[in-house]
């Protein structure tokens, strides 16, 4: 009796989880109406990439991050495949490369020492300073005084190109605008009936592929100053101004990044500098200029990193630096601008 009391409970239970979710995905594709294929197309994470906890990764989590050769060296990766990529999978035979770029071992103000320095004794998963050494996914592990990579095996140990033990920190600001007709009207995609979003692309200098004008966050330096700089430096080349150009930069720009914003990702970055015990996360954001006059008085002007800098309309056949394109795509969700030529809204991934 108590036995069939229970299954009708659990049923119960059961049915009302389904109808609750049946109405929670209803509710969803009809309120957001760029939902597609999973939670991550409305935003609610960036993709498969998202942190399972400190000890491991989930499957895929990283695929730029185990590429060869290594950025700016010929280096290979011990090969990594897709069910060893978690660090909880045991692999007695795991023997990564190690690597830390010549540039790097020279000892610029922006790197730490080796881990075997003597005098050197970093704080990490805490502020050390004014290095931050904390992760955006929560806590890392520290093996053998190294710390390790939360989204797991990259193949190469020590920090390639990375300068910081453990997370290396960067911010990538996203600057919209409408795409607009001659006489100042939106253009909208003859296909997606959707108005059309474009943003400031910079095309880099180390690897020739276009990318959100961002960079690295200084010792000490708050994210949204950070973003202001980067995107001064390499998409309007604030550095070669002169002191009167400079100011009257500054201005414009304090009217942009003073604005509402939308944070759009905040952690891990897939990144084919990463390693095992250095990787880039970022935070990125989104200021928007709806009627497009800020940006009308900014000219803009490739500089630092950049080779070129664009407007580039948004869509989904952008091939971009790293996560980028996801970003992206999050951006022209959130302002429910077209993306893909394909109408239909599908949440059968929800």
Known sequence: MAGRVLGKTLATVSLSVALAYVTVKSLLCRSLPACRNSFSSCGF???SSVMSGSNGAKEN???KARTSPYPGSEVQRSHVPNEKVAWLVEWKDYNPVEYTAVSVLAGPRWADPQISESTF???????????????????YEIENGRPRNPAGRTGLVGRGLLGRWGPNHAADPI????????????????????????FVAIKRKDCGEWAIPGGMVDPGEKISAALKREFGEEA???????????????EQLQKLFSQEHLVI?????????????AWMETEAVNYHDETGEIMDNLT???GDDAGKVKWVDIN????????HSQFIKLVAEKRDAHWSEDSETDCDGL
Request: proline share 3%; aromatic share 6%.
């Open 45 to 47: 994470h960036l993709n």
């Open 61 to 63: 989590s990283h695929h």
């Open 121 to 139: 004794s970093p704080k990490f998963n805490e502020k050390d300073g004014h290095v931050e050494r904390k992760s955006q996914n929560g806590l």
């Open 175 to 198: 600057i919209t605008r409408w795409k607009r007709d001659r006489s100042g009207n939106k253009i909208t995609h003859p296909i997606s009936g959707k108005n059309i979003l474009q």
């Open 236 to 250: 309007l080349n604030s550095l070669q101004k002169s002191s009167a150009e400079k100011r009257e930069l500054e």
């Open 265 to 277: 990702y905040k952690g891990y970055v897939d990144d084919p500098r990463n390693t095992d015990n």
């Open 300 to 302: 803009l002007e490739a």
């Open 316 to 323: 989904d056949k952008l091939k971009l630096y790293a996560s």
